[in-house]
């Protein structure tokens, strides 16, 4: 998993890029050791055997948000070697910047156009849903939830002319019920993170991934490919955010229910 393929200085921030450079190399790596990169829909119909078989080496690149430098740094390497990817798209951010970043200091990372992204598919990259507007979709009422999720399809579909098949959770954030309204949508596969391998036994709407950090060098890129860290920083940093996001999750939950019926109890009193 990675979001953007640039170089940052933002404390908060630069953990979710990776220098071109380092990028370029990583792509290189796997040309080189005869990694096959599949997207993601690939993955699931090899899962159902719906006429796609597994490579040897399979690897699934996924790219989230929608960043411009995808089109800028990240197709052309795509390109050199024949590589496919997987690019989850926040579709209220199209042609504009990346104003849900604003609380950060990123709020004005340029965000891909209608036609740029018309041309990447047209490599045979796929397109898949990232939300309309990058909400933390398990804390959303659910017809808000329903609404953010299905737009998002809607108007890649029309803009794109081709049917969208995957879905990423932005921050990864799912319940059963928001997975139950993917499924709903017509859409076959959902990713969050989970800091884990994925395999095909994963559930295809809680799809695994692990991210890489802007400090994966080769090294470490490597050994996460076999689902090992050569890093024990890394190892730490896993195993934290594996046991946090639970504790963090239901923190946010309460946190949203007890605004809601803030907001309620308001409107009562007016």
């Not at 200085?9 to 890029?17: I, P, V, Y």
């Not at 794109?160 to 799912?174: N, R, V």
């Not at 017509?186 to 709407?205: E, I, K, L």
């Amino acid at each position: 998993m990675y979001h953007s393929i640039s170089w940052s200085s933002n404390s908060r921030f630069k953990q979710f890029t990776v220098p071109p450079v380092v990028f370029a190399e990583q792509m290189a790596y796997l040309y080189n050791h005869q990694y096959t990169p599949i997207t993601v829909t690939q993955f699931i119909n090899a899962r159902s055997k719906n006429g796609f078989a597994l490579p040897e080496r399979p690897v699934v690149l996924t790219f989230d948000d929608g960043f411009a430098d995808f089109f800028t740094e990240v197709l052309p390497v795509l390109k050199r070697y024949g590589f496919v990817a997987t690019l989850y798209v926040a579709t209220a951010f199209i042609n504009g910047t990346s104003h849900w970043l604003q609380h950060i200091g990123e709020g004005a990372r340029l965000m891909l156009t209608w036609d740029q992204l018309i041309e990447i598919c047209a490599s045979g990259v796929e397109c898949g849903a990232h939300s309309h507007s990058h909400p933390q979709l398990d804390t959303l009422p659910h017809f808000i939830a329903r609404d953010e999720i299905i737009r998002s399809k809607r108007l890649l579909v029309h803009y794109l002319c081709q049917e969208i098949f995957s879905f990423a959770y932005p921050y990864g954030y799912h319940t059963a019920r928001v997975r139950q309204l993917a499924l709903e949508a017509g859409y076959t596969s959902a990713c969050a993170v989970r800091h884990a391998m994925s395999s095909v036994t994963d559930d295809p709407f809680s799809l695994a991934r692990i991210m890489v950090r802007a400090d994966s060098n080769i090294e470490e890129f490597a050994a996460l490919l076999i689902g090992r860290s050569s890093s024990p920083a890394i190892a730490v940093y896993k195993i934290y955010a594996r046991a946090r996001t639970p504790v963090w999750q239901l923190v946010r939950r309460c946190a949203a229910s007890a605004t809601q019926y803030l907001q309620e109890r308001r409107l009562a009193w007016h």
